[in-house]
């Protein structure tokens, strides 16, 4: 009953679609705090050397030396792993990058428990919530690689600054290669009318997953795939709560801050309908990745029973 | 001066000139912080013949375009001293001195840390330790983009406690950012008390050299010094670096000089006609 999909790295992706964007981009810098190799930023730094700069793991300079780039006119994407790139220079971002508004680009890997067998120091489950609560910044946070190709290209056409969530481990494709991304507007994967699964990044596959499974017991879910968290699809996340009367929100992020956090605020505030949501409740340890999205409830089984949870709530 | 062309400032004034500039601008800061109801002073009149020789002396810019892109950048990265970059950038021509009266008021441009919303300010500050980064940002897209400025950053003694403060000046000498110069303002105190007390500085200059700066020092008030050591830091740039300005907490006020207490309150009335008749 659940799909087959092709799994592909979000980041390796990223570092082949920053090379494919160097001519036609000649401001676009990139700036690394080490892991490169793990972010893949090294391809760019071995074809494109003076137009690299590596800070080593310090990254309150890392955020620093971008915002003065970005203010003299250059279009720098900024990138390590999660926890390092929003937790440590958070106040950089805030004052040197969102307060004025540069158009600056963070583009993080390793979010989320996917990074696995490092442990809960290395799982950026709080990157949403943070970088959500800075008031310039757009957020993203793809389904798949082909979607992060698009998402990286829109962040470079579009001015102000911008966050891009990747992860460590290969995630399942869930586009054709066709696919049109519109930032700020949630993507209909598959229509229903009975309960409305809204995920976003990793938690799209699983929850085309679980509307299999709901469609085995007679009901349909409407999936949307909300890619840009900020600014976020109003409209479609409201249509969805008149139109099917309950909703779950599915992310691989803490359930505080989050994509849980944004639809229970648009739907509280505009169509109040049952709101159930599939987050991490907490800190994660070392194991393999889909061993801690099982341990998790992160699986296609738990947004089912959530699901069938918020159709119980109905009035 | 205007155009995109020209290689200064124009500015020719002699050092007398730029002294009674100082006497204005000590007025004008006063004023400032008093109107304002708060601000802080200390710092502000700690930084001023520094930001004196570099706007009416060293550095090209034009106030007519801010954004030239050539001009030289200043980044104040102690960005609470701001009434004193504020007073400079007035007279300097950025935007009218009446508007010095609205700083900390609401619908102002002249905000209680400087912000980029003012004309002439390049960077938004206000929490310590960032502008070295950023300055350093702005110095490697010199080098991107072909051009010569320079770019000066004023950093507080107390600010360089600051991790990234040495994170950037590491970066700076790996990134051989030889347009770079950094100015401490060596004043000595910081917000609660005198620096020795709250984080020991010294060495200093044994810190910057061993991060692979060139290290000058100078007196932060004598202007013919300051003209002096700027003109020796534009020269044989090898490295980048970094000018300890050795200078006086609320230098001009006697009893806001060397005293903690002034680094980030305004004056009462008493104080502030005191201030302004030993100012006159």
């Known amino acids: ?315 | 001066m205007s155009g995109g062309s020209a290689p200064g400032t124009g500015h020719t004034y002699s050092v007398p000139e730029l002294q009674a500039i100082a006497k204005d601008l000590r007025r004008d800061i006063i004023q400032t912080i008093y109107t304002a109801g708060s601000g802080h002073p200390g710092g502000s009149l700690s930084e001023l013949e520094i930001l004196i020789a570099l706007y009416f002396r060293v550095m090209r810019y034009d106030p007519e375009n801010p954004g030239w892109p050539d001009r030289d950048r200043f980044i104040l990265s102690k960005g609470h001293a701001s009434p004193g970059f504020y007073a400079v950038l007035s007279r300097a021509g950025f935007f009218p001195r009446e508007e010095l009266a609205t700083f900390r008021q609401l619908n102002s441009r002249i905000q209680g840390h400087a912000h980029p919303m003012t004309p002439g300010v390049e960077m938004n500050s206000g929490s310590l330790g960032m502008g070295l980064s950023f300055a350093l940002g702005c110095a490697l897209a010199a080098r991107l983009d072909k051009k010569d400025y320079m770019v000066y950053a004023l950093l507080g003694d107390g600010e360089c406690d600051e991790g990234e403060v040495w994170e950037a000046a590491m970066s700076a000498a790996h990134h051989k950012a030889t347009n770079l110069v950094a100015i401490v303002d060596r004043n000595r105190i910081q917000n609660d008390r005198f620096t020795d007390d709250v984080m020991t500085l010294d060495p200093l200059d044994r810190k910057w050299q061993n991060f692979g700066w060139r290290v000058m020092q100078t007196d932060g008030h004598n202007l013919d010094e300051l003209l002096g050591t700027f003109e020796r830091a534009r020269t044989r740039r090898t490295r980048p670096t970094v000018i300890i300005a050795h200078t006086v907490k609320g230098k001009g006020v006697s009893f806001m000089e060397n005293n903690p207490g002034f680094h980030g309150r305004a004056p009462n009335a008493e104080e502030f006609q005191k201030a302004m008749e030993e100012l006159a």
């Open chain 1, 1 to 315: 009953m659940v799909a087959q999909r092709k799994m592909a790295s979000t980041r390796q992706i990223y570092g082949e679609t920053l090379l494919e964007m160097a001519d036609s981009f000649p401001d676009l810098v990139v700036l690394g705090g080490d892991l490169n190799v793990s972010v893949f930023t090294h391809l760019w730094r071995d074809k494109y050397p003076e137009r690299f700069f590596d800070f080593g793991p310090a990254e309150q300079n890392l955020v620093g030396v971008g915002a003065g780039l970005a203010a003299s006119g250059k279009v720098p994407f900024v990138s390590t792993f999660s926890v390092f790139g929003v937790g440590r220079p958070f106040d950089q971002l805030r004052v040197l990058v969102s307060q004025p508004g540069l158009n600056f680009k963070l583009v993080c890997t390793h979010a989320g428990i996917l990074t696995g067998e490092d442990g809960m120091s290395a799982h950026g489950i709080e990157d949403l919530s943070l970088i959500c609560s800075l008031p310039s910044f757009t957020v993203i946070s793809p389904a798949d690689t082909v979607e992060t190709v698009q998402a990286v290209k829109t962040a470079a056409s579009e001015d102000g600054p911008f966050y891009i969530r990747l992860s460590r481990a290969a995630t399942p494709v869930v586009h054709e290669d066709d696919y049109q991304f519109e930032l700020g507007k949630a993507e209909l994967m598959r229509e229903g009318n009975d309960v409305t699964i809204i995920a976003t990044g990793v938690m799209v596959s699983v929850s085309l997953d679980a509307a299999e499974m709901l469609e085995a017991q007679g009901l349909q879910a409407r999936v949307l795939n909300v890619h840009t968290l900020k600014p976020v699809d109003e409209e479609a996340i409201v249509a969805a709560a008149r139109e099917t009367g309950a909703v779950v929100s599915a992310e691989e992020h803490y359930f505080h801050g989050g994509l849980g956090s944004i639809v229970a605020q648009v739907v509280g505030g505009n169509h109040p309908v049952p709101v159930e949501m599939v987050a991490l409740q907490g800190y994660s340890e070392s194991a393999k990745a889909e061993e801690l999205m099982v341990k998790c409830g992160l699986t296609a089984e738990k947004v089912k029973d959530a699901a069938l949870k918020a159709v119980s709530r109905k009035q």
